[in-house]
């Protein structure tokens, strides 16, 4: 699976959005598909699907408020 | 003269001009502006034929402007109804019907359909506007005479967790006391910069704003989304020295530590207890931060209880004791006390001014009688009169401050295809305090993946009622009367298969 299928699988299992439906570049968070409360346990979610470190203290709103960005973010983690 | 929440607050501000006063993610106003904005925010409304003793809609979600109208509402006496702008059809249909409002202030193409109908007021607001003199401002402000000021100050809802959420009128004499009563415990400084980030339309949010006028310091308000890092970054960049929010926020705040927020040295949980894991994680990350823990609830006004900090570490997980003026007494189903450190129903009693529900008798019947105001949360009091709370009697809990009813979510499991039998209930959870988890007997064959349960459950419940977990049962184990039987279910549970 690439990076963007895996956060969509994320995001489908854990988070119940129709994540096959959801246009890369809109917003997630901002649009009230996911709240301030399902921040932290999607960090960990992308932690251990990606075997990434990933501080919450590093992210912002902006850099995972839609797939495409979620996608940048973990590459950026990635190198 | 009358109790009018806008005199007591504007009243206790009529020096230093200049000083910052409100502010928001973007903009930061001075008293000299806030008056200004509420003197012509009043002629506005008196122009546009709103009346002393008149409902009209307050749209959230706008920053400044929001409090500088409400400021201006309870002026001229009218009564605020202050609601998120993402409000359900059915929740502002409800409200036209209970309410017979007219008008709405901040209404927008994104707002709800239901109120199409109301007559759109003019916001006045502008940050660049500015009063000469503040005494003159306020003796111009067009305050309505004793005579036709309402007790009533506007209406707010509940969360509406198991069912529609129900009016709660807020009066101008229980908001002035319960902000003076509460100022005196928190101690804020004229100095400080207080930071909420919780939706301005909850009673804490309107409490903050009351006690932080009050007591001279500057009020800002975040309804936006934020992770912690963006957190971080407008405590700093507003160079916040006190926050407000619910546990889940203070463990952003330990996260962060002393060393990321420099500025912040007092803070203040509402919404729930505290863990004491969180209570030990901040003690750790500052050096000095003065945190409060309180308890409080719409229909009482606002706090009504609050644990000091210097008795955090001896009564970690408490949510403190009363303010003056309330009483909080433990009973059990019979109506009698309980003894010190046994289970029982809340009951409020003393200066409440919660005289019921809005237009819901049924629910006041409930919750009102001689022995005070059941509030629905159980705990129990200890020996030096500290109140823990234990939990809900109607299978309400809180997750990360907001309330969940793992009825509700029971009942929407119920309602999707495939599934025989399910009941939902909730487990401690490091992130979030309390989460919901589902469990499910399914029919045969028709066994779902988590994720597609919650994709069709997202269609009929808020998002934090998506259960963290999904347990498979052969049969959710019952009593005779239908309840479920949770000491076999617990056997099960050991047994189960999770499907996450």
């Known amino acids: 699976m690439t990076v963007e299928e895996n956060i969509r699988s994320i995001l489908s299992a854990e988070f119940g959005l129709d994540a096959e439906n959801i246009v890369a570049d809109a917003p997630i968070f901002s649009a009230g598909l996911l709240d301030s409360l399902n921040s932290l346990r999607l960090l960990m979610q992308l932690e251990g699907h990606f075997g990434l470190s990933i501080s919450p203290l590093d992210v912002s709103l902006d850099d995972v408020d839609s797939i495409a960005k979620i996608v940048e973010t973990i590459e950026r983690l990635k190198n | 003269m009358k109790d009018n929440t806008s005199r007591l607050v504007m009243g206790s501000l009529l020096r230093s001009p200049n000083k910052p006063v409100l502010g928001d993610d973007e903009i930061c106003i001075n008293r000299a502006s806030l008056f200004e904005n509420v003197r012509r925010q009043a002629e506005q409304f008196q122009q546009s034929g709103l009346k002393p003793d008149q409902f009209v809609v307050l749209m959230c979600d706008r920053g400044v402007a929001f409090w500088t109208e409400l400021l201006a509402a309870w002026v001229i006496g009218a009564k605020p109804i202050c609601i998120e702008r993402k409000i359900s059809d059915e929740h502002a249909a409800s409200i036209l019907e209970m309410t017979n409002v007219s008008k709405i202030i901040g209404a927008d193409e994104s707002s709800t359909v239901e109120f199409a109908g109301l007559k759109k007021l003019i916001s006045t607001f502008d940050p660049t506007a500015e009063a000469g003199d503040l005494h003159e401002c306020f003796s111009s402000l067009p305050f ?94 507003l160079k916040i020295s006190a926050f407000g929010g619910s546990p889940f926020h203070m463990q952003f705040i330990a996260m962060a530590g002393e060393a990321r927020l420099p500025s912040l040295r007092w803070a203040m949980s509402s919404g729930d207890h505290l863990r004491p894991a969180v209570i030990n994680q901040l003690a750790d990350s500052f050096a000095n931060l003065e945190l409060h823990v309180v308890y409080g609830m719409a ?46 129903d809340i009951y409020v009693s003393g200066q409440l001014g919660f005289d019921g529900y809005f237009r819901n008798s049924q629910a006041n019947e409930n919750v009102l009688g001689q022995m005070g105001f059941l509030n629905g949360d159980k705990g129990f009091i200890d020996e030096d ?48 305090g309390r989460v919901p988890v589902a469990y499910i007997a399914w029919q045969e064959g028709h066994e779902m993946e988590s994720g597609a349960i919650a994709m069709e459950l997202r269609k009929l419940v808020p998002v934090n009622h998506i259960p963290a977990r999904y347990v498979s049962l052969p049969d959710i184990p019952r009593t005779g009367s239908g309840k479920v039987d949770r000491r076999k279910l617990a056997g099960l549970i050991e047994t189960l298969q999770d499907l996450t």
Do not use: W
């Open chain 2, 144 to 237: 309505v005479d004793d005579d036709a000021m309402p007790d009533m100050a506007g209406l707010i809802f509940t969360s509406g967790t198991t069912g529609l959420p129900k009016g709660v009128p807020l009066t101008h004499r229980a908001l002035n006391f319960n902000a003076l009563s509460t100022g005196q415990r928190l101690q804020l400084r004229p100095r400080d910069r207080l930071l909420i980030a919780t939706p301005f339309r909850f009673i804490s949010s309107i409490s903050h704003f009351l006690v932080t006028l009050m007591s001279g310091a500057a009020f800002f308000g975040s309804e936006r989304t934020m992770m912690i890092k963006d957190l971080i970054t407008i405590l700093n960049d």
């Open chain 2, 385 to 432: 009169g500290f109140v823990f709370l234990s939990g809900r009697s109607d299978s309400v809990f809180k997750r990360s401050g907001l309330k969940v009813s793992a009825q509700v979510i029971s009942d929407a499991l119920m309602s999707l295809d495939g599934i025989r039998d399910a009941f939902s209930s909730s487990e401690e959870d490091v992130l979030e």
């Open chain 2, 299 to 344: 229909e009482l006004g606002g706090r009504f209880c609050e644990l000091p900090p210097q008795y955090l570490s001896d009564k970690a997980g408490s949510v403190g004791y009363p303010i003056n003026g309330f009483e909080i007494t433990t009973r059990r189903g019979d109506g009698s006390r309980c003894d010190v450190g046994e289970i029982g």
